[in-house]
């Protein structure tokens, strides 16, 4: 007992430190970016810091828990956390040396992302091997939990940190200290498992070796994605002038992907549920989901750092509010979706964010002086964004899991994980491209004759500000339209009764 | 016997110590009145300058590094990046037929004059030869070969000097130091050109310690330095 509760606490362990680091970069990216050379006219050039991460994530999510059927979960876990800690050291040394520029942080942010992608299904499959029947259940939706905690508590937590190691190499100690957990996992799990290499026999029936075809496939999809949604002149076009043939060399090879694991995933899901139209509904509620929820966590403490002018720590502290509505919203979504039925209460959860993300389309530059009572008017509106969100993770997910049977529950949790993060890679390009494209159409080209080089630049800076404002209201309207659209999606896939949410 | 063995390797690797182009052999003096001849020639270059120890101001912003493009005598094309808080950005000053331009980021380049103008550095008088660096090489004190050695693929005698403040001050107002300079030039065996310097004293801001790093490049090399047209 003691032995499986370690086991499955240290790959939840890791886990949840890579998560945080998902999202770290937030609240760090004006000191990383300006440490590698980009200023803020060339901020585009900062979107693939948190893309490389997410896309590493994306790439080898599916990939290893196959892998480890074989060679182990122990052995892959371990591999993960040292490509995680080894991304960790190339991010953190980013500008340090000539060589070690924006490229080299962005090949540091995807190497962590393949590390911390690789333990989500590694975290899951090992839980599912260690418990049975209803203790799996717990067991995998605490490896889960913690996967989401760690990507929405990250954006704080990486503000909360380098605000406190300021004079120890401030964002670069955020990542240097993946070094040090990521040991300790990895020794805590050689200890724990060293003479009991029995109790951890591989499954019967996985395959030998990393499906490189897949691999390939979803890779290159991607990488074609994310470079047809780079804004390479957001000051004429919000897209790249790839973006035709890249966006037509993605859709194919991401097709190509997905009939790939279509075919590969009938033996564990039956292959009338891998078509129905819960599993689809399900499947383009979390993509829809995943695209409205990045852009909380990376629009609202870039906004405070650029039109509300706060420190890093406080931009991040500014989605506390959030942060402490997600998991309130997840308890009252379990409770909620036992009583009224999954389709309701993930319905009413989306429906709730995009109220919320309505009323954040209407914040002005002094939006964090209106009071709603005691209470700020923004905290009240991000508080429930993240409760509409919370509401609607335990439905979503076990919407997947009554499609399921009991031993492809890990399989389809990381599913749910999958198509969110790819909700949130591609969100993140698509809304960044159009997001800057507009910052330029608003802003224009402002001809400023204070007398003062200092008073145009503070001019410049009031006009970027109310420029910045604007561009935000706009993709907070596109958020809530996502969230509308997710509603109704669940509303046309989720089956109408309770009995949605059992087994 | 054995001890008379243990002699030739001793002495083998003193050979070879000695024979070594990284000993100091070069003549520091000759060196740098070489290399400031070969400076004042130049009709063109292009060089950076990367802040590595310490804080400098320029202008109220601080400054992390500049990029210029010179060509002799008075036109020059130098991009500073500054920060403000922990936001970078860049901040051009084009200085061409006499006059100053200035770019903030997402604004028309405009011109500024008087004492606003005279605020930035003209990057072109670092290379004058009467008052820039090829007057100021070889004028430190405490002059010191240090070895032969390669840089980016060519010979170049490392060189160390001390600067005072006065010397200093005078190729780059913003480096107001309050003691002397100590300098670490690199000079081509070649053709006694100054690929890379380096400058540590006290001159960052309020006295306090600061270090640059400067890359000299692209010598006598075509470079595009033109006034802005109207849409700029």
Redesign the interface.
């Known amino acids: 007992m003691t032995f499986r509760r370690a086991l499955v606490g240290l790959a939840g362990a890791g886990l949840f430190v890579a998560a945080l680091d998902a999202y770290v970069v937030v609240t760090l990216l004006?000191?990383m970016?300006?440490d590698v050379?980009?200023?803020?006219?060339n901020f585009e050039q900062a979107t693939p810091i948190v893309t490389g991460f997410l896309a590493g994530y994306v790439v080898a999510m599916p990939l290893l828990g196959a892998y480890s059927d074989v060679r182990g979960r122990i052995p892959v876990y371990l591999a993960c956390l040292g490509a995680f800690a080894l991304g960790s050291v190339i991010t953190a040394t980013s500008g340090l040396w000539t060589f070690a520029g924006l490229p080299w942080m962005v090949a540091g942010r995807f190497v962590q992302g393949i590390g911390g992608g690789g333990m989500v299904p590694l975290a899951l499959a090992l839980a599912a091997d260690l418990y049975r029947d209803r203790a799996r259940t717990v067991a995998l939706g605490s490896v889960a939990g913690l996967q989401e905690a760690g990507s929405v508590l990250g954006p704080i937590y990486g503000a909360t940190l380098a605000a406190a190691s300021a004079g120890a190499g401030g964002w670069r100690f955020v990542f240097w200290l993946n070094v040090p957990l990521a040991a300790l996992c990895g020794l805590g799990l050689v200890l724990a498992t060293a003479g009991r290499a029995g109790e951890l026999a591989s499954a019967p029936g996985g395959r030998s070796t990393v499906d490189w075809p897949s691999a390939a496939l979803l890779g290159a999809g991607l990488g074609a994605l994310v470079l047809g949604l780079y804004p390479d002149d957001p000051e004429h076009r919000a897209l790249n002038a790839l973006f035709p043939p890249a966006g037509l060399v993605a859709m194919i090879l991401l097709g190509a992907y997905a009939w790939r694991q279509v075919r590969q995933l009938e033996p564990l899901i039956p292959r009338e549920l891998l078509r129905s139209r819960a599993f689809a509904g399900v499947t383009a509620a979390n993509v829809l989901v995943g695209a409205a929820l990045i852009v909380t966590l990376v629009d609202v403490p870039i906004l405070g750092r650029l039109v509300f002018d706060l420190e890093?720590l406080d931009s991040g502290l500014l989605l506390t509010q959030f942060l402490i509505g997600v998991p309130v919203g997840a308890v009252a979504g379990g409770l909620l979706g036992a009583r009224v039925g999954n389709r309701i209460t993930a319905a009413a959860g989306v429906v709730l964010s995009a109220l919320a993300f309505v009323q954040m389309s209407t914040w002005s530059a002094n939006e964090l002086t209106i009071h709603a009572g005691p209470i700020r008017q923004a905290d009240v509106a991000l508080a429930l964004c993240g409760v509409g969100f919370g509401l609607v993770i335990a439905p979503l997910t076990a919407g997947v899991l009554a499609l399921t049977r009991g031993e492809s529950h890990g399989l389809a949790t990381s599913l749910v994980v999958l198509a969110r993060t790819m909700g949130m890679l591609v969100g993140l390009s698509a809304l960044t491209a159009f997001g800057l494209y507009r910052f330029h159409q608003i802003?224009g080209?402002?001809?400023?004759t204070d007398p003062?080089?200092?008073d145009?630049?503070k001019h410049?800076e009031q006009?970027?500000a109310a420029a910045f404002l604007q561009e935000y209201r706009e993709i907070f309207l596109i958020a809530a339209a996502l969230c509308a659209l997710a509603a109704a999606v669940i509303a046309w896939s989720l089956a109408p009764a309770r009995t949605s949410g059992g087994t | 016997m054995r001890g008379n063995l243990a002699v030739v390797p001793a002495l083998a690797l003193m050979a070879i110590v000695a024979c070594s182009g990284s000993q100091p052999a070069g003549d520091a003096n000759k060196i740098l009145r070489e290399s400031a001849n070969a400076m004042a020639q130049l009709q063109t270059v292009s060089a950076t300058l990367k802040l590595t120890k310490g804080t400098i101001s320029i202008q109220g912003f601080t400054l992390v590094s500049a990029k210029t493009a010179v060509r002799m005598p008075n036109d020059s094309d130098t991009t500073y990046t500054v920060k403000q808080q922990d936001v970078s950005f860049k901040l051009q000053i084009l200085i061409v037929g006499g006059h100053v331009y200035e770019h903030i980021p997402f604004t028309p380049m405009r011109e500024i004059t008087g004492p606003e103008a005279e605020a930035f550095p003209n990057m072109a008088k670092l290379f004058d030869p009467t008052t820039g660096f090829p007057a100021v090489i070889p004028a430190g004190t405490a002059k010191k070969y240090v070895a032969s050695e390669q840089l980016d693929g060519v010979t170049v005698d490392h060189v160390s000097t001390l600067y005072t403040p006065e010397q200093v001050r005078g190729l780059l107002a913003a480096l107001n130091s309050s003691g002397p300079v100590a300098a670490d030039l690199w000079v081509r065996s070649s053709d006694h050109l100054i690929p890379k310097a380096v400058l540590a004293g006290a001159f960052g801001d309020a006295g306090a310690q600061a270090a640059i790093e400067v890359d000299i490049s692209s010598f006598n090399a075509a470079v595009s330095i033109a006034s802005p047209s109207p849409s700029q």
Request: proline share 9%; glycine share 8%; charged share 15%.
């Open positions: 004006p000191a970016t300006g050379g980009v200023t803020i006219e890093a802003l080209t402002p001809v400023l003062d080089l200092r145009r630049v410049l006009l970027v």
